[in-house]
Structures are given as C-alpha cells and as structure tokens.
C-alpha cells in the first residue's frame, strides 16, 4: 500500500491554459473523491467517483473542470481557459466503501495550482 | 444545512500541555465524524474517525477524541504536546446516504517551545 499519489505537486501555468492533474488512488479502493482546498479554508468537495463512474459535481465544478476515471483506476482532472481564482491546492482521496456503509477516505500530497 | 464548526481558528500550547480543539456539528442523524491533520504544503493524514460503539476513540499519535450526542461535538485531545503536532487540524463530518464529508474551517495549533 504506497497511498494516494498525485502529480504533479506544483504547477504554475498563465491563464487561459489548459492544466490536467494525475491521482493515483490506493489499489483496490473502489471510490475517488476531488477537492479543492484554499489557504485557511477546509477542502471543498468538487466530484468522486464509484469505480469509473462520476457520481456526484459539486456546483462549484464549472463547465471548464471536468474529471475522469477510465477503467476505474486513475483519475485525471482538467482545468480549461485557467483563471486566477482557480489557484489553489486539488486535493485527490480515496476510499472502499462497501455498500451501505460510510467510507474513510484517504488522500493524496495534493497538487498546488498557481495561475499568473 | 449541515455544517461543521471550529470555533478557535488558532491555538497556541506550550510544548508539553494539553490539548483540546472543539469541532461542533449540526447534523440531524447519527454523523460519521473524523479528525485530520494537515501540515504545511502536504495532503491531510487522518487522526482517527467515530462511526458507532464507544464514544471515546483513540488515534495515532496519542489523539483521542470524544463524541458527546448532546453537545453535538466531536473534540479531540492530547494530554501532551510536541513540537512536531504544530500543524492545522481538521474536523469533518460524513452525511447523507453518500456520506459526503463536511469540513471545518480548521485549527491552526501553534506550539511554544
């Protein structure tokens, strides 16, 4: 078990690009949450994942975030047309949740996002 | 609506006291509660968790936390600091039948040497 991973940690980008961020959940965990977390907040909750279906958007998940799950193993989350308020840490975690039961979940170093 | 209150935004304990951080819950059902830990730039470990059974749990680090139905709190404890727990700390609360968590606007604890 090597925990949650994400790449990469930092990224700097100008807005109006394009970002893609990488989470490697824990192997077998069959739930994948994002969130995105900003300096003296708690993380906000954007999307998870059930295996390789997206589940549940935040409304904070504007058109120009959208995350996937091929296959149910990584998940990948992109930002179109970056602007400045999207700098922030995006937090990816994991859990297995079997049915019925509350899950816990477990994340990732996270990847701080800063747009300039 | 749900939500999770941290009333002290900052802590400051002198290495070797203890130590108390208040999480309160507004939640009408039974909630799934957890404590995290976050240090500067890094992801968030948890602590420990309460989802049934004893209302006392023990965490690492020599964490316990204590879920009291009444008051609607979930506070964690540490009957002696260390340098090494300066961090901001985290309550959060699972509801809903996704069990989606809810955070406070955590704590920062600062430890005097």
């Known amino acids: 078990d090597t925990g949650v991973s994400q790449n990469p940690r930092h990224k700097i980008t100008k807005r109006g690009q394009n970002v893609t961020f990488r989470c490697d959940p824990i192997?077998?965990?069959?739930?994948l949450y994002w969130y995105r977390q900003t300096l003296g907040q708690g993380p906000e909750f954007l999307t998870y994942?059930?295996?390789?279906?997206?589940?549940?958007k935040s409304r904070l998940l504007s058109d120009r975030f959208s995350a996937e799950r091929p296959k149910g193993s990584f998940s990948t989350l992109e930002i179109q047309r970056t602007e400045q308020g999207d700098s922030a840490m995006y937090l990816c975690a994991s859990s297995f949740r079997p049915a019925g039961a509350a899950d816990t979940q477990y994340f990732g170093p996270g990847t701080r996002l800063t747009v300039l | 609506a749900q939500s999770v209150t941290q009333p002290d935004i900052h802590i400051t304990v002198s290495e070797g006291a203890s130590l108390e951080l208040r999480c309160n819950y507004s939640y009408g059902a039974t909630p799934y509660l957890f404590w995290y830990v976050q240090s500067p730039g890094q992801g968030l470990q948890l602590l420990l968790k309460y989802f049934s059974g004893d209302t006392l749990v023990q965490g690492i680090k020599g964490f316990e936390a204590e879920f009291k139905r009444s008051q609607s709190s979930f506070n964690l404890r540490k009957p002696s600091v260390h340098w090494s727990d300066a961090a901001e700390y985290f309550c959060a609360v699972g509801e809903g039948s996704n069990y989606q968590l809810i955070w406070g606007a955590g704590t920062k604890l600062i430890i005097k040497p």
């Open positions: 192997s077998e965990h069959n739930r």
């Open positions: 994942f059930q295996n390789e279906a997206q589940l549940e």
